[in-house]
């Protein structure tokens, strides 16, 4: 089995690991929960909804737990990597959540560690199995569009206060999960092209960009996010040489409203409102238009691919050299975003 420890107990273990791994009781223990003393002050309650796990202050006991075969890193953005590398250092495998690193220099060194170790670091790229990113990889792979010629890909939001906020890190915190589905799904691309700024604050946020991937045969990828947009988007638009796919958004599981007790998560089919739309020409020159069901959203597909990778020799599905690339990608959207002048 996977016997899995998690370093950190915030939002991403309880919505988005737990409910997942719960599903998956035949391969996977979680026997730990790791947290800081001053970040259980006022929290403990949250514990004594997961009766079966233990949860420790204690780090050394996580690492020296010769059943623990896997560590989960669910801290800030800028512990990511002292705790992987901790985790190799005592011969864990490695799931990290995204970004895995700050840098595409610091993940490479990452990975190349594990791999002298003999052991498995993976980036937690878990948006890949979005209900809405299933749904237009299945479409794009069936081949009824035919040749992909354009996908934009669209987070946005209608959030004026988002004037009121300086710093950088949406990039990192953000446009991880888009640009990794457009690297996952399509690879490295031959040029990317960057419009990376702030609306109201600009050379001192990143909190609007536009940034293009093109590929070979005048294939392009678009990754969007503004927080002006008041009507809904599609979160998709996909034009093929045969015909085009638009899904919609489906809005995510972290506005879901906190209530005591484990996230519960629905695996129910979603009604057509919340279907994509098809149009295309068929292979007798018939127009077709039609609603393609929505998958389900699956974030556990990661942990049934490392249980696959571990024990029965299989291939990681998040692979280092993407996870090197979309950092490489970040960096230099951020440092546009620098350069930009009032």
């Not at 939002?11 to 009781?25: F, G, Q, T």
């Not at 309650?45 to 669910?74: H, K």
């Not at 990290?96 to 690193?101: G, V």
Request: charged residues 30%; negative net charge; aromatic residues 12%.
């Amino acid at each position: 089995m996977l016997v899995v420890a998690y370093i950190g107990f915030g939002n991403s273990v309880c919505r988005y690991h737990l409910p997942y791994v719960e599903r998956r009781k035949d391969t996977i223990k979680v026997k730990y929960i790791y947290r800081r003393e001053e970040d259980r002050v006022g929290d403990e309650e949250r514990e004594t909804w997961y009766p079966d796990i233990t949860f420790t202050t204690d780090i050394d006991q996580v690492m020296n737990d010769d059943e623990v075969n896997l560590i989960v890193v669910n801290t800030p953005d800028a512990f990511h990597v002292s705790y992987t590398m901790m985790a190799l250092e005592h011969n864990k495998n490695v799931l990290c959540e995204k970004p895995f690193a700050m840098t595409a220099d610091e993940a490479q060194k990452v990975f190349d560690f594990a791999k002298a170790k003999g052991l498995l670091a993976m980036a937690n790229q878990n948006r890949r199995y979005d209900a809405d990113m299933r749904t237009v990889r299945k479409v794009i792979e069936s081949g009824v569009l035919g040749d992909i010629i354009e996908v934009e890909s669209h987070y946005d939001y209608y959030r004026p206060s988002i004037k009121d906020r300086k710093g950088f890190g949406i990039l990192y915190g953000l446009a991880v999960h888009p640009i990794d589905q457009i690297i996952g799904q399509f690879g490295k691309p031959k040029k990317v092209v960057y419009d990376c700024r702030s609306i109201d604050n600009p050379g001192v946020s990143d909190d609007y960009y536009d940034i293009d991937f093109f590929y070979d045969h005048g294939m392009k990828a678009i990754v969007k996010t503004s927080y002006y947009v008041k009507l809904d988007y599609p979160r998709f638009i996909v034009h093929g040489k045969k015909g085009s796919f638009l899904m919609p958004a489906l809005g995510h599981q972290s506005a879901l409203k906190p209530k005591p007790g484990p996230i519960e998560i629905s695996f129910d089919p979603l009604p057509e409102d919340k279907w994509g739309t098809l149009s295309y020409i068929d292979d007798e020159g018939h127009d077709m238009t039609q609603k393609v069901p929505t998958e389900i959203g699956d974030y556990g597909i990661i942990y049934d691919n490392i249980y696959d990778v571990l024990f029965n020799n299989g291939e990681k599905i998040v692979k280092d050299e993407e996870v090197v690339e979309v950092l490489r990608i970040i960096e230099e959207a951020t440092q546009k975003a620098k350069e930009v002048k009032a």
